[in-house]
């Protein structure tokens, strides 16, 4: 079996085909091609077939036996008519990401089972990378949608730090899941909630055509499940 061959299977990634195998003092590097011939903007995803350049370009992904594993691929800038001229998505990675999705999930998987420092010494990335990973896994997988339906929440507060470090959590109770969420523990923070929750589920509703939901009303009911916190 060729190497090429064994890595396309042990990797399998998505939309890629890998070409090159190389071992060198910092890891496996593993040179991949697209499996489609035409570029899409990672802007818009609209295909591009005008190319503006090329560059080799390497993302880190998950390790090989306790070796770094990169992918590498000659990344080309296309020329949107809408975005301008942008680099074009890959599958196997979120826009302006170093890592590929592989990795960033198991980051922010571990990033909800422990505290950044162990994360940083298991998979030797720094401490803003894991920040940085956290918030583009949070904003890609998040539910557009997830205030629609919406008509009995509770609030509570969890401590994360010590020093009186709590996040604020506005919880859907048919679901159990987190709707939203802010730091603080206090009436600033439960009205902020309030005023947010209100205009986006006020924008559901309106782009739905469904039930309007009054925004004072939305206040209310977090502000009355908060335990009738007033403003300070």
Known sequence: M???????RLLALQGARIIDVLFGPTGVT?????RRR???CS???QVCRQVHDRAWRRWRHLDLAGNRCFVEYELRRVRCPDCGVKVEAVPWARPR???????EDLVAFMAQQMAKQPITRLLRVGWDTVGAIVERVVADRLDGDRL??????GVDEISYRRGQRYLTSVVDHHTGAIVWCSPGRNAVGVQLAAGRLGQQWCGLAGR???????EVGVQAAVLQAAGGVGGE
């Open 2 to 8: 060729r190497v090429t061959t064994a890595f396309n």
């Open 30 to 34: 593993v040179r991949v091609a697209l």
């Open 38 to 40: 035409r570029a899409a």
């Open 43 to 45: 802007g818009c995803g």
């Open 97 to 103: 990401a170093c890592h590929t999705r592989d990795f």
């Open 148 to 153: 629609a339906g919406l008509v009995m929440i």
């Open 208 to 214: 739905s055509g469904g039930e309007h939901v009054d």
